[in-house]
Antibody, heavy 122, light 110 residues
Framework: EVQLLESGGGLVQPGGSLRLSCAAS????????MTWVRQAPGKGLEWVSS????????YYGDSVKGRFTISRDNSKNTVYLQMNSLRVEDTAVYYC???????????????WGQGVLVTVSS | QSALTQPPSASGSPGQSVTISCTGT?????????VSWYQKHPGKAPKLMIY???KRPSGVPDRLSGSKSGNTASLTVSGLQAEDEADYYC??????????FGGGTKVTVL
């Protein structure tokens, strides 16, 4: 059974940093691209960042480019999202998700974690 | 990159059909056959319903179908059931390794 378990969320002040983790199980991790998607309170879904199966390719949404870094450790079956220079508008539930078809990023996401709340506030 | 345009709401009675549009430009929806649709219930994770415009993942009923014409993609839910009441989001590849979501459509089963 595929499982994705996010951790690392919490309350942080503007300008601060936080690292999210997503531990995966139930599939051959390095064979699949992974993506982070967020949803701010009362708002819609927003694509944040994606990483290919080999970690050779990483992609970022415009609103987080230069502040967030996605990475993965295929030996630990874990994908990370390092979030720096956090802003109030980064407050959201962050989901990690697995690519449906394989190691390339297409944002066809068939399994999702339960989400982790990040609150940026002073 | 601007969000794709979806109607804020749509509704139908049980057994009826509802179609949700997702309008972009030739740089995103119109330029690629990479449109997906997600269903989201409050407090739950999104669920992939359609990918590559028309394909259904395993387990998604054939009451759901996707299509595209020009710069507009559409999701049709036929034979509406109570469990179809949810928010629906489209997402499209927008070139240069960017993807953009629509604003979401709240579907109400009357």
């Amino acid at each position: 059974e595929v499982q994705l378990l996010e951790s690392g969320g919490g309350l942080v002040q503007p300008g601060g940093s936080l690292r999210l983790s997503c531990a995966a199980s139930g599939f051959t991790f390095f064979n699949y691209a992974m993506t982070w998607v967020r949803q701010a309170p009362g708002k819609g879904l927003e694509w944040v960042s994606s990483i290919s199966g080999s970690a050779a390719s990483t992609y970022y949404g415009d609103s987080v480019k230069g502040r967030f870094t996605i990475s993965r450790d295929n030996s630990k079956n874990t994908v990370y999202l390092q979030m720096n220079s956090l802003r109030v508008e980064d407050t959201a539930v962050y989901y990690c998700a697995k690519e449906l078809t394989g190691p390339y990023v297409l944002i066809d996401l068939d399994y999702w974690g339960q989400g982790v709340l990040v609150t940026v506030s002073s | 990159q601007s969000a794709l345009t979806q109607p804020p709401s749509a509704s139908g009675s049980p057994g009826q059909s509802v179609t949700i549009s997702c309008t972009g430009t030739s740089s995103d929806v119109g330029g690629y056959n990479q449109v997906s649709w997600y269903q989201k219930h409050p407090g739950k994770a999104p669920k992939l319903m359609i990918y590559e415009v028309t394909k259904r993942p395993s387990g998604v009923p054939d009451r759901l179908s996707g299509s595209k014409s020009g710069n507009t993609a559409s999701l049709t839910v036929s034979g509406l059931q109570a469990e179809d009441e949810a928010d629906y989001y489209c997402i499209s590849y927008a070139g240069s390794n960017n993807w953009v979501f629509g604003g979401g459509t709240k579907v109400t089963v009357l």
